[in-house]
Structure formats: C-alpha cells, structure tokens
C-alpha cells in the first residue's frame, strides 16, 4: 500500500510548553499533566522550547511576540508549501532523536507504507519505508482530542475533525492546518504543542527516510498507556 499522500497533490489541494512565564502547559482546565509522566512533561515544554527559539529568537516574551513571530513563519511555510517543498524550514532531526522512546510511541505509532522513488521513471518503482500517525490509544492522542473539542479556536477544531476519521495527516487535514497559519492562537502554550507534534510528522512523513527515522520505528513499541 502506497502512503496516500504526495507533496505534488498537497500543493494541489493547498505539531507541552513553557509559557513565556514558565507556567504548565494548560489550556481550558486540561493540563499535559492529566495525560503524560511528569519526565515526559518536561520533554514536550524542551521540544516546544525548541521550536519558539527557532522561530522567535529571544523574541518570545510576550503572547503577542509569540502571535507575531509564528504568524509570519508559517506565513513562509504556507508559500513555499505551495509550490511543492513542505517543510518547517529548520532542522527536526536533532528533537526527534531526542525525544526518549517511551515519550516518542506515546505520541506516534509506526507503520509500513511505500514511497514512490521518482515521479520521472516509468514504470514507476516504489521503495517501503516507514511512517508515522499519532497514537490512537496514546495519551496525545487524548490531550489533542479533549483539547481541541473545547477549543474556543474554530482552526484547531477543524484540524481534529479533519484528522480524526482516519488518524492520518490527509491532504485535507495537512492543506487546513497550512491555510489556517494566520488564525491559529500561537499565544497558547497547547496550540504551539500542536504545531509542533504536527510538523514532527510532516517532516518524518514527506522527507527522505534516513537512519534515525529507521532506528525510530526498529525499535520495540513500549505500551502508549502511562
């Protein structure tokens, strides 16, 4: 089975942390606390740490800096996206590697798929490789769905009831989350979680497969439960 989506068709049809106060992440009374170990708690405030430097600088100590800053990155995102080049525009490799097992199969699952090896070769020829989806039994999995069931922002709610039919990111899902880059509350800490777990996978799943990607999904899944 081939994986079902395509940078050329996503082109066609266009993600935790530490507030800047160094408060929990919560959102609406839901607190990553309710879902994760207080260890991987403190991995995913790292990885959203991560992703506010990358974009902000030393820029982010306000929420509207936050707004500002990840409003026109993902501005830039979105433009290139649409001629076919999907990608964060920094480098993940380092933030998966270091995201422990146990944290890593409580957010993503593993599975096999094929990838086309060149859209200029006929017969086509296909090489398998894996490919991630978050973790349907996993406690992200939970947080995302009780978050954005009682978010008040309409672009997070579309992302669940686009992802969520078939647990994967579809060129539907993939192409709102894109388009909604200037409507996100990037403000709150559970949204910037979001983005970031999303281009997580976006950059596992649309990039070339490399030897941490392979050691990522050779390892023996631990149970998702905590």
């Given at each position: 089975?081939?994986?079902p989506i395509s ?11 530490c507030h800047p ?148 990111n579809t060129p ?55």
């Amino acid at each position: 089975m081939k994986y079902p989506i395509s940078l050329s068709l996503l082109a066609a049809t266009v993600l935790i942390a530490c507030h800047p106060t160094g408060e929990p992440v919560s959102q609406e009374g839901i607190s990553l606390g309710d879902y994760f170990d207080p260890e991987q708690v403190e991995e995913l405030k790292t990885l959203i740490q991560h992703f506010d430097r990358e974009i902000c600088g030393n820029d982010c100590k306000s929420p509207q800096q936050i707004k500002t800053h990840y409003t026109k990155h993902f501005k830039q995102v979105y433009t290139t996206a649409q001629a076919g080049n999907l990608s964060v525009h920094f480098d993940t490799q380092a933030l998966l590697a270091a995201l422990s097992e146990s944290t890593f199969h409580r957010i993503w699952h593993c599975t096999m798929g094929k990838e086309k090896n060149s859209r200029h070769v006929y017969p086509a020829t296909y090489t398998s490789r894996p490919f991630i989806h978050l973790h349907p039994t996993g406690p992200y999995y939970e947080f995302l769905r009780d978050y954005a069931s009682t978010s008040a922002n309409s672009a997070v709610r579309q992302y669940w009831q686009d992802y969520s039919p078939t647990n994967s990111n579809t060129p539907t899902a993939v192409a709102h989350l894109l388009t909604a880059y200037d409507t996100l509350d990037y403000e709150q800490p559970a949204t910037r979680l979001l983005v970031a777990i999303y281009y997580l996978s976006v950059e596992f799943n649309f990039h070339p497969i490399n030897s941490a990607k392979l050691a990522r999904c050779s390892a023996p899944a631990a149970s998702p439960e905590r």
